[in-house]
Nanobody
């Protein structure tokens, strides 16, 4: 079992920045690829960013490319999502997730473990 706890969400004005963190416990963090997903009110869960187990490969949704950065610190068992130039359409609950495999996935169904989410609200 892997336990994931997100933090860092909040209310921010459009154009502002937030840094989300996801702390992992329970298994060897460096064995897992990590992803961030989000779910806006009334919408389905969508992929945001993913990073492979070593941190050497990252993937981004087109909607956040150039604004968001995913990173990880395996010594701290933590994955981060740096969000800049935030837009009202970024408003959502953000979830981190973990899965094992040769490469990080952009598909939510590949992920075995999920956090409970942290809410991000971007005001216009």
């Amino acid at each position: 079992q892997v336990q994931l706890v997100e933090s860092g969400g909040g209310l921010v004005q459009a154009g502002g920045s937030l840094r989300l963190s996801c702390a992992a416990s329970g298994r060897t963090f460096s064995n897992y690829n990590m992803g961030w997903f989000r779910q806006a009110p009334g919408k389905g869960r969508e992929f945001v960013a993913a990073i492979n187990w070593s941190g050497g490969t990252t993937y981004y949704a087109n909607s956040v490319k150039g604004r968001f950065t995913i990173s990880r610190d395996n010594a701290k068992n933590t994955v981060y999502l740096e969000m800049n130039s935030l837009k009202p359409e970024d408003t959502a609950v953000y979830y981190c997730a973990a899965h094992r495999g040769p490469r990080a996935s952009t598909y939510s169904g590949q992920y075995d473990y999920w956090g409970r989410g942290t809410e991000v609200t971007v005001s216009s």
